[in-house]
């Protein structure tokens, strides 16, 4: 087996599930009760360290909450907030951020953008379309993530295009999908139920 990433790894379970029209992270998938307890046993293995990150403690598996659960603080629903947080919490140089809702990213590509990483500040997946939130984060951004907090700029693109990123193309589209609503959950069971066969 792989041995574990010395970098740790936070899963982004804190958005608003607005299209979806529920909490996504709480939804079943695949033989899990919860997609945020199946993104996190399946990466458990290769990662020394799994935190999650969210705006309440809504996780009914077992995990050290007390250590590995990071509560972002504030009303305001923003990814860029989640990362001021995990940056101000996590003291390595740099974490892996994936979001809950991506949960057919492989671990060979995993592996891929961490090993790309190097002398990048950020380094996230591109398949179609740029995937912002899944990928290798410098902690040193802190200090320019306040800043756009400071601006009220919120958008995580912004982020990418003014600082050193690196992005890793992957050529299935598929592998990357977002469950940002009911289609892209069936799709993504179906896609898992066949893999599992």
């Known amino acids: 087996m792989t041995k574990p990433f010395k970098i740790p790894c936070v899963i982004l379970c804190g958005g608003k599930s607005r299209r979806m029209g529920e909490d996504k992270s709480l939804l079943p ?32 598996f077992d995990f ?28 390595t ?13 492989s671990i060979d590509s995993i592996i891929k953008l961490i090993n790309e ?13 740029t995937h912002n939130l899944c990928g290798v984060f410098s902690t040193k951004l802190e ?3 306040n800043k756009m907090l400071a601006d009220d700029i919120h958008k995580v693109g912004y982020l990418l295009k003014n ?6 193309q992957f050529p299935n ?18 896609i898992i139920s066949k893999s599992n066969k």
């Open 29 to 60: 998938f695949s033989n899990s009760n919860s997609l945020t307890q199946y993104q996190y046993d399946k990466l458990k293995p290769f990662f020394d360290e799994i935190y999650l990150s969210s705006k309440i403690d809504k996780f009914d």
């Open 163 to 168: 600082n050193n990123t690196k992005y890793i």
């Open 64 to 91: 050290n909450k007390e250590k590995y659960l990071i509560l972002d603080k504030g009303e305001e629903f923003s990814p860029i907030v989640a990362l001021q947080t995990i940056f101000k919490t996590i003291k």
């Open 117 to 129: 990483a190097k002398s990048s500040e950020i380094c996230v997946a591109q398949t179609l379309r």
């Open 93 to 105: 140089k740099e974490v892996f951020i994936i979001t809950v809702d991506t949960p057919l990213v």
């Open 173 to 190: 589209d598929d592998e990357f999908i977002n469950l940002n609503n009911k289609d892209e959950y069936e799709k993504a069971l179906s």
């Open 143 to 145: 200090k320019f993530i």
